[in-house]
C-alpha cells in the first residue's frame, strides 16, 4: 500500500511498465538504523537518477510509512516511494522474513536491496544478520558515487 489503505500497489505489475526498479527492505519505519544509516545513504545518490522506480518497503501499516517517508523527503522531491506491506505478504513471497517479535512485535523484513530490470532480478543484497548494514548500503549495491556498481551478494551468504 502507498499513502492510503485503498492505494494498493502490484510490484509485479510495475516491473511490467518499468525498466529499472530499485527496491529497498528495512526492518522498521522509524528505527535508528533505518532512518539514520540505511534509507539515507540512497536519497542523495547520484545513481538513482538511473531508476525509473525506486521504492522502500517495510512491515509497517500504511499510515507510519507515509509520514516516515515525508520526514525523509519533506518537499517529496526525490521521487522514493515508501510501500506499507502491513500483513507481511510481499516480504513472506520474497522469503526474507524474520521472527523480529523481541525487538518489534512480530515478523519483520530483512534488510535488503533488489535492483530489478526489465522484470528480472538482476541483484539482491540481503543482510546476513538480518538487520546489519554490511551489504545493503548504497554504496554496496550501487557504488560509489563517482564508480561502478557493486555486484549482487548472495541472499543466502
Request: glycine share 10%.
Amino acid at each position: 500500500m502507498e499513502k492510503t489503505p485503498g492505494n494498493r500497489v502490484n510490484l509485479a505489475e510495475e516491473a511490467k511498465t518499468k525498466n529499472k526498479i530499485l527496491l529497498i527492505g528495512v526492518p522498521a519505519a522509524f528505527s535508528g538504523s533505518c532512518s539514520a544509516t540505511h534509507v539515507p545513504s540512497y536519497l542523495h545518490h547520484p545513481k538513482l537518477k538511473e531508476f525509473d522506480m525506486v521504492a522502500v518497503v517495510a512491515v509497517n501499516d500504511v499510515f507510519v510509512m507515509k509520514a516516515w517517508g515525508e520526514t525523509l523527503d519533506p518537499a517529496g522531491t526525490l521521487g522514493i516511494r515508501f510501500l506499507a506491506d502491513p500483513t507481511a505478504a510481499f516480504t513472506k513471497a520474497l522469503d526474507l522474513t524474520f521472527d523480529g517479535s523481541a525487538l518489534f512485535g512480530g515478523d519483520r523484513s530483512k534488510r535488503y536491496a533488489i535492483i530489478v530490470e526489465n522484470g528480472k532480478v538482476k541483484s539482491v543484497h540481503v543482510e546476513p544478520d538480518n538487520t546489519g548494514t554490511n551489504v545493503s548500503m548504497a554504496d554496496k549495491v550501487l557504488g560509489p558515487a563517482g564508480g561502478s556498481a557493486a555486484q549482487g551478494v548472495d541472499r543466502n551468504a
